[in-house]
């Protein structure tokens, strides 16, 4: 039983894989250097890579980034922080922003970060901010209503007959 191997992920990965492919049906690292248009030093780098790491170190691997300012449980402690409310913190008002989300992580874990990337953190974390409605208190819900079931309506309602479109 054969071993399935991915697709390349990349083109120059898929170059580093064709290379070990030709070294293994006995070509020469001068003629292989030649073939896919690189240097005999890059072929040589590939095949010491894949003598001592195997032929997987060939494969492309992606960065992994910077490692992130808070750790899993200050993340998971944050909606906790959230929820005391902005007031808690010493912001006037009962909406967080970004940048008080920022100011309020710094005061409590002492991590500095930009308030675009707060924004990330907090879609992370899945929080979102809701801005309550605000609805006038004179308000009349029947009224409301009575004009939607009719008159809406009959403003909605649209020709029966189809007609043809304008030549303007």
Same mark, same amino acid.
């Given at each position: ?40 030093? !890059?072929?040589?780098?590939? +095949?010491?890579? !894949? ?37 808690? +913190?010493? +912001? ?16 409590? +874990? ?5 308030? !675009? ?52």
């Amino acid at each position: 039983m054969s071993k399935i191997t991915p697709p390349p992920q990349n083109w120059r990965e898929g170059r580093r894989l064709r290379a070990w492919e030709l070294h293994e049906q006995g070509w020469k690292q001068k003629e292989i250097a030649q073939a896919l248009g690189v240097t005999e030093g !890059a072929v040589s780098q590939w +095949f010491k890579k !894949a003598k001592t790491e195997g032929t997987e170190s060939l494969r492309h691997h992606p960065a992994p980034g910077p490692t992130p300012r808070m750790s899993d449980a200050q993340l998971a402690q944050l909606p906790s922080e959230l929820s005391k409310g902005p007031e808690a +913190f010493g +912001f006037r008002g009962q909406v967080w922003t970004t940048a008080r989300v920022a100011q309020m992580i710094l005061q409590v +874990f002492g991590i500095r970060y930009h308030p !675009a990337h707060c924004s990330r953190l907090l879609r992370q974390i899945k929080y979102s901010q809701q801005k309550p409605i605000q609805k006038a208190t004179q308000r009349d819900e029947v009224a409301i209503q009575t004009w939607q079931d009719e008159q809406w309506k009959q403003l909605k309602k649209r020709p029966k007959t189809k007609i043809g479109r304008s030549s303007l």
